[in-house]
Nanobody
Framework: VQLQASGGGLVQTGGSLRLSCTASGSIFSISDMGWYRQSPENERELVASIAVGGTTNYVDSVKGRFSISRDNAKKTMYLQMNSLKPEDTAVYYC???????????????WGQGTLVTVSS
């Protein structure tokens, strides 16, 4: 099982980016999915999460600016980031709780990270 994240880049303050994360491999079921971020100044934090039924949660600092969604058929999660601020600069990691065909339990998987840089 692999998670492939993409969509990061350099954007000016107030700009937008859309991150994608696609799961592949011998996947039986995907449960919760989420985006985390980490910068040199801060520990890794959960930015947004989405349950398989669509329930979402956001850290206070991104509420009203970021939107998380998922396409279960495509095994893909998205993070639409609007009104970006310099403090959003970080490496963004996707995470998914996945059951593969070999096991009867779920495990956490991580994507490789994608860098988002917001210039002031």
């Amino acid at each position: 099982v692999q998670l492939q994240a993409s969509g990061g880049g350099l954007v000016q303050t107030g700009g937008s980016l859309r991150l994608s994360c696609t799961a592949s491999g011998s996947i039986f079921s995907i449960s919760d999915m989420g985006w985390y971020r980490q910068s040199p100044e801060n520990e890794r934090e959960l930015v947004a999460s989405i349950a398989v039924g669509g329930t979402t949660n956001y850290v206070d600092s991104v509420k009203g600016r970021f939107s998380i969604s998922r396409d279960n058929a495509k095994k893909t999660m998205y993070l639409q980031m609007n009104s970006l601020k310099p403090e959003d600069t970080a490496v963004y990691y996707c995470n998914a709780v996945i059951q593969d065909f070999r096991n009867s339990y779920y495990q956490h998987y991580w994507g490789q990270g994608t860098l988002v840089t917001v210039s002031s």
